[in-house]
């Protein structure tokens, strides 16, 4: 486990533009139940988390069609959450930071940590974009 105030700023990453932080695994299954498109953020404290994965996950929400609901766990903080949502990500296998894109409730587009790891913020961004536009 990280200390709180290790990980607050990289949480308000993304609270500060309106993802629901999920810290129990009933929560995460409640938000993946509800109708509509949902993104799931695998938060973490890598770098690849800060410089790509955090900034693309806020750009992408500049588009005109961006998900219902937008939620996030915090690997190596919300463990039990973190499993649960990982579970809804099968096939995928377990990597931090990574993004998951439900449409009322199925898996329907996911970027890994090796989409992610590397690649500028803007290109994360596109990814989303497109899914968004398709999915949304």
């Known amino acids: 486990m990280y200390p709180a105030e290790l990980v607050k700023p990289m949480r308000e990453d993304l609270t500060n533009v ?7 695994s009933e929560a995460v299954n409640a938000a ?3 109708e509509g498109t949902t993104l799931v953020v ?3 404290v890598c770098g690849c988390a800060a410089a790509n994965a955090r900034p693309g ?19 190596g903080v919300d463990r039990e959450a973190t499993e649960t949502a990982r ?28 989409h992610i790891e590397g690649r500028p913020a803007e290109l994360i961004a ?6 968004y536009n398709e999915f949304c």
């Open 18 to 24: 309106g993802f629901e932080e999920l810290h129990t």
């Open 32 to 34: 993946l139940a509800k």
């Open 57 to 75: 996950a806020r750009m992408s929400l500049q588009n005109a069609k961006t998900p219902d609901h937008l939620v996030t766990v915090f690997a």
């Open 87 to 114: 579970e809804h990500m099968i096939p995928f296998p377990p990597s931090s930071p990574s993004m998951a894109l439900f449409k009322n409730g199925e898996l329907v587009h996911m970027l890994e940590r090796h």
């Open 42 to 44: 695998v938060n973490s």
């Open 126 to 131: 596109e990814n989303l974009v497109n899914a």
